[in-house]
């Protein structure tokens, strides 16, 4: 059985996943995703070493840290072109925030009843494990089918892979195989920062 630094990291992971759910502020986003990392890690302690656990997590920081920088480096206007600081109705805006959360409420409603599920075909998951690799697996299909922006997208699929590794580390915890995950990891940052910054050449051309 797990002990509360698993609980604490499911708490962890699931208040990261409805700030990245419901925030339209990249700040907030980029504060979140690494706050998501910091809880798989801690849902991990017990099953990798700590060496593989830290770079797990300093891999993850620095994806996020090479997102937030790509956007923070654009001019306002440009920022503003391609929506990350565009100025929304508040009630609009509100509506969308309960619609996003609506969601991920029902989704996490079904996550819990496919749990045991879970646990037949992961051998050796617990329960906290297999609900947190679920809802953010579950929670960054709704992100990326919601919100079509590179940085939204990238932060989605970078939640995607994170849920894959909490499953697959219960059963595995190969270095090399870890090593690639971070590899992948980054490969996506970098892939995603390029994506946020192109379209503003273009557009300035």
């Known amino acids: 059985m797990l002990g509360y630094i698993a609980i604490a990291g499911l708490i962890l992971i699931i208040f990261a996943l409805i700030g990245i759910i419901v925030s339209d502020n990249w700040r907030f986003t980029i504060i979140c995703l690494s706050v998501q990392y910091l809880g798989c890690v801690l849902i991990l302690i017990h099953n990798l070493p700590f060496v593989l656990a830290a770079s797990k997590l300093i891999a993850g920081w620095i994806a996020a840290a090479i ?16 929506g ?39 051998p050796g998951i617990e329960n906290v494990q297999s609900f947190a690799s679920a809802l953010m697996i579950s929670l960054s299909i709704i992100q990326l089918s919601l919100i079509s922006r590179p ?25 090399l195989v870890t090593g690639l995950l971070e590899v992948i990891d980054l490969g996506l940052a970098l892939v995603g920062a390029y994506l946020i910054i192109a379209p503003t050449l273009e557009h300035i051309e």
Not at 71 to 80: F, N, V
Not at 88 to 117: D, H, N, T, W
Not at 154 to 173: A, H, N, P, Q
């Open 67 to 82: 997102l937030g920088m790509a956007i923070a480096g654009l001019p306002a206007e440009e920022m503003q072109w391609l």
């Open 84 to 122: 990350y600081n565009a100025e929304k109705k508040e009630g609009s805006f509100r509506s969308q925030r309960i619609f996003r959360l609506l969601i991920a409420l029902m989704m996490a409603l079904v996550v819990i009843s496919i749990v045991p599920k879970i646990r037949e075909f992961v």
């Open 151 to 175: 940085f939204d997208v990238v932060v989605g699929l970078l939640v995607l892979l994170s849920g894959f590794e909490i499953m697959y580390f219960v059963v595995e915890t190969s270095a």
